[in-house]
């Protein structure tokens, strides 16, 4: 039986191997979850297809199986080596990779259901750290940053939104009525959802002319509506952009992902340029 001191160290390899990605088997280890998670996302893809021969859709399930069982092991493993196990559960992969186990599991009680493992492809978005690409993850937070700091103003639009919803709807039902197919003011106000969006199903259409004029009014109020948000969330990037540093890289050794105000290179020492100048 292996001694305390050996059951730590063994935790501690499997740590490097499966959190750590500066490492051979670690990077080899993520790639073959990579490919596996792409797997198991193709095989529910196929399996949905109604044109495959149930010999077919046998096989696809026990392949779903087979990658439900080697995440699962995978998962208790992460919980298992992992230095805080409770901070990785609760982080945003500790909760993808378990929300990737369940929908298979819980298929045992309801079928239909293990369909929601795509969300498995989520898991995907290591490749970031995998490829070093944190540049991405760096352009990713200041989107959240702007969509953060827009949040006030987006809701302000949205009740404006459907407040004009609510109004055209209740006209049109006035105007058009049920012979026309506006057979309730919900109704009205799901199309005027899909004119003022510029989808226009046509499902439901005015045929009097009063009521073929206020769709006008919709359709040309609703192009200058789509700007606004855009016009918002452009604006807070702008800001968000502004007082996130620019991320350099040291002339010397290449070394990237330095701290905000870091002026030396924690690789080799030396002077990182100054912020803003190429």
């Not at 797997?39 to 399996?47: C, K, P, Q, R």
């Not at 186990?101 to 493992?117: A, K, M, N």
């Not at 490749?127 to 944190?134: E, N, S, V, W």
Request: hydrophobic letters at 50%; aromatic letters at 10%; a positive charge.
């Amino acid at each position: 039986m292996p001694t305390p001191t050996e059951r730590i160290s063994e935790r501690q390899y499997w740590r490097r191997v499966i959190f750590d990605h500066d490492t051979r088997a670690g990077r080899v280890f993520d790639v073959v979850l990579i490919i596996a998670i792409l797997g198991s996302v193709a095989t529910m893809l196929l399996d949905s297809l109604p044109t495959l021969p149930p010999s077919a859709h046998r096989i696809l399930y026990g392949f779903e199986w087979l990658f439900t069982l080697l995440f699962t092991v995978e998962y208790i493993a992460r919980l298992w080596c992992a230095a805080d196990r409770l901070r990785y559960a609760k982080s945003f992969y500790g909760v993808i990779d378990l929300l990737a186990l369940l929908p298979t599991w819980i298929s045992l009680v309801l079928p239909e259901s293990r369909f929601l493992g795509v969300v498995r492809v989520v898991r995907v978005l290591r490749i970031f750290r995998i490829l070093k690409m944190t540049q991405y993850m760096t352009e990713a937070s200041i989107l959240t940053q702007a969509l953060v700091a827009a949040r006030y103003k987006i809701v302000v639009f949205m009740f404006t939104v459907l407040t004009a919803v609510s109004v055209v709807g209740s006209l049109m039902f006035l105007i058009e009525g049920p012979e026309h197919g506006f057979t309730s003011i919900p109704t009205a106000m799901y199309w005027a959802i899909v004119t003022m969006t510029t989808v226009g199903y046509g499902d439901i259409s005015p045929a009097t002319t009063v009521g073929r004029m206020l769709a006008s009014a919709l359709m040309i109020l609703g192009y200058g509506i789509i700007a606004v948000p855009t016009g918002i969330v452009t604006m807070e990037l702008q800001r968000s952009a502004k007082r996130m540093p620019r991320a350099v890289s040291c002339a010397k050794c290449g070394r990237d992902g330095h701290d905000a105000d870091a002026q030396f290179c924690k690789e080799c020492g030396t002077a990182l340029p100054v912020r803003g100048v190429l």
